[in-house]
């Protein structure tokens, strides 16, 4: 199956991220960035590793590595279920903890989920968990979605599009649009966080635990929506926004649903996309550059010991 050539690939990777590797680079990089562990990137919705070099986490690798993290770049299925896409993700984080003994787990959207199901299956592997605009309480927009007339016309081009972004970036997986937003619905959310209930807060809007069983958890996310008047994906999730009506939200994540573990801040003036520095890395003016509040991240994590 064509994601176990992933696995594969993600070996080589591992190999060539030894130190050995780097022995003709005679400066000395910053180490803001340089935990104990490797920081792994779990996408989200429609999420891929990399299109022909046109990565998910537009240009936020490359600034952790300038700074000396050591970044490796995940792949699950673009649609499916938390389990699901955990299930995927646990064989590439196994190849990853074997050489390197932890990892520092940082999901965006759907990949808070995902990254946490491998927390609570294989606690041993996870030093810490991050998510990144994450819907642990479920999404308005989920809910809207699934049951409702529009979700199986909507599943088909959705899944047509997971299929052909699985296709380019080489995934080999299946692909379930109406499993993936029920598992993102307020009830499908509710089920999965009896299942892995580290880090949710028990409040409505409050801060959960910021350890259980030997990990850390911290989270963030934002509450902006036309952020960049050249960014044409902004007009998008505007209208997506409509489904939180009053409720403070990313385009697609409420605001206090976005809390996991420590929360840094549920409010930067960054909709879903710029959470992960897209589209192109066009983002507020006003606002923190996206690559810095992950670099800040992985000097929180260094100082933690992780």
């Known amino acids: 199956m064509k994601h176990w050539f992933k696995l594969l690939a993600l070996t080589g990777a591992l190999a060539w991220s030894m130190p050995a590797a780097a022995w003709w680079w005679d400066s000395t990089p910053s180490d803001y960035a340089k935990t104990r562990y490797p920081i792994?990137?779990?996408?989200?919705?429609?999420?891929?590793?990399?299109?022909?070099?046109?990565?998910?986490?537009?240009?936020?690798?490359?600034?952790?590595?300038?700074?000396?993290?050591?970044?490796?770049l995940t792949q699950v299925p673009?649609?499916?279920?938390?389990?699901?896409?955990?299930?995927?993700?646990?064989p590439q984080i196994e190849a990853i903890a074997a050489v390197y003994g932890k990892v520092n787990l940082i999901g965006h959207s759907h990949g808070g989920p995902t990254a946490r199901y491998v927390a609570r299956v294989r606690p041993d592997l996870v030093a810490s968990v991050t998510t990144v605009g994450s819907p642990?309480?479920?999404?308005?927009?989920?809910?809207?979605?699934?049951?409702?007339p529009v979700e199986g016309p909507v599943a088909g081009l959705a899944n047509a599009l997971g299929g052909l972004i699985d296709l380019l970036s080489g995934g080999g997986y299946n692909q379930d649009f109406s499993a993936s937003v029920a598992s993102l619905s307020t009830e499908g959310s509710a089920e999965f966080n009896a299942f892995a209930p580290a880090g949710i807060p028990t409040s409505a809007c409050g801060e959960g635990a910021y350890s259980a069983n030997g990990m850390r958890f911290y989270s963030w996310g934002g509450t902006g929506h036309l952020t960049n008047a050249l960014d044409p994906s902004d007009a998008l999730l505007l209208v997506t926004a409509a489904a939180f009506g009053t409720t403070a939200n990313d385009g697609l994540v409420g605001?206090?649903?976005?809390?996991?573990?420590?929360?840094?801040?549920?409010?930067?003036?960054?909709?879903?996309l710029d959470e992960v520095n897209q589209a192109l890395g066009?983002?507020?003016?006003?606002?923190?550059?996206?690559?810095?509040?992950?670099?800040?991240?992985?000097?929180?994590?260094?100082?933690?010991?992780?």
């Open 255 to 272: 605001r206090c649903s976005n809390h996991f573990g420590k929360v840094i801040r549920d409010n930067y003036f960054m909709n879903h």
């Open 282 to 306: 066009l983002h507020s003016l006003f606002e923190t550059d996206p690559k810095t509040v992950y670099r800040q991240q992985a000097n929180r994590l260094k100082n933690a010991g992780l």
């Open 78 to 90: 673009a649609l499916d279920t938390s389990v699901e896409r955990g299930e995927a993700l646990l």
């Open 40 to 72: 792994v990137l779990v996408h989200g919705m429609f999420g891929f590793d990399d299109i022909a070099g046109y990565d998910y986490w537009y240009g936020i690798p490359e600034d952790l590595r300038d700074n000396g993290a050591k970044v490796f």
């Open 136 to 148: 642990h309480k479920g999404s308005a927009v989920a809910d809207l979605i699934a049951g409702s």
